[in-house]
């Protein structure tokens, strides 16, 4: 392969989501799957895609259903939830990796909701090891501070209108998080409402699946993230407590610049600071 190719990737339902594979000069020495943020396209992650491509990695993207490229038509009525997200979509994406590069060490990169789902992602034993970027359990109480005004808006007023009036969750005209399923929008605030997140929403059998995952995972968090305090990082990252962890918190001042936030590891900008120092040895 050359260049970018797009893609559907069929899932074991039978439906079809849309990726984009970036595939090296040469033979992948590893492959990265990156698990989007919450209402995050995965155009997003291109150019970190691209980079990863000339570090010599088969690095993909993709939109989970009902998002980005993979969106129907109308989202009214389209039944969709994070479960699907997790054992359908992520589990095709980790599937169709591992048949494009076999034999080679497959990584997981997840930012922010990308983190918080690999528990629930049935053929995670075929990761090597995840990287989490910006993740945390998304309770609303322990979220940081700026933001938790807006989340209790969002949680208790928004959403309960909006998901019944519309059918789905009309972030883009909202200006708030991106379109969104019904089904997706409705779990995740039942999740955020939660101390314990998926886990104290879900119940004892998906606490037990988070607690036998024994992928070893690195946590790259920041100490300004607006959406994540270090409390919510500590507790998603403590529901795994099974796996070998490591957790790294990085300052802005740590590498030189004024901000990184919920969204900046991505840009192209952090090439040497974050992508280069903190994550490639990751992926060695």
């Known amino acids: 392969m050359n260049g970018m190719e797009i893609r559907d990737v069929a899932t074991s339902d039978g439906r079809k989501i849309t990726a984009c594979f970036f595939p090296p000069e040469g033979k992948p020495r590893g492959s990265v799957l990156i698990a989007p943020a919450m209402g995050a396209s995965q155009d997003y992650y291109r150019p970190f895609a691209q980079w990863l491509a000339k570090q010599g990695l088969l690095a993909a993207t993709f939109d989970y259903r009902g998002t980005g490229l993979s969106r129907p038509k109308a989202l009214r009525g389209f039944k969709a939830d994070l479960f699907d997200w997790a054992r359908l979509d992520c589990a095709a994406m980790i599937e169709a990796l591992a048949l494009e590069n076999q034999g080679a060490q497959l990584y997981w990169i997840g930012h922010s909701l990308g983190g918080q789902i690999l528990g629930l992602v049935p053929n995670r034993d075929r990761i090597a090891k995840a990287v989490t970027i910006a993740t945390g359990s998304g309770y609303w109480r322990e979220n940081a501070p700026g933001i938790r005004p807006k989340a209790w808006w969002l949680w208790f007023v928004v959403t309960p209108i909006a998901l019944p009036l519309c059918g789905y969750f009309p972030g883009k005209a909202l200006r708030k998080v991106g379109d969104l399923p019904k089904g997706v929008m409705a779990q995740w605030r039942r999740w955020c409402l939660d101390r314990d997140y998926s886990v104290g929403a879900e119940g004892d059998a998906i606490r ?63 090439e040497t600071s974050l992508w280069r120092r903190h994550l490639l040895p990751e992926l060695a």
């Open 208 to 270: 037990a699946q988070y607690a036998s995952v024994r992928t070893p995972i690195v946590s790259l968090s920041f100490s300004d993230d607006e959406m994540m305090s270090a409390r919510n990082t500590e507790s998603i990252h403590g529901f795994y407590s099974s796996a070998p962890r490591s957790m790294k918190r990085i300052s802005p001042q740590d590498i030189g610049v004024r901000r990184i936030g919920h969204f900046g590891f991505f840009r192209s900008g952090f």
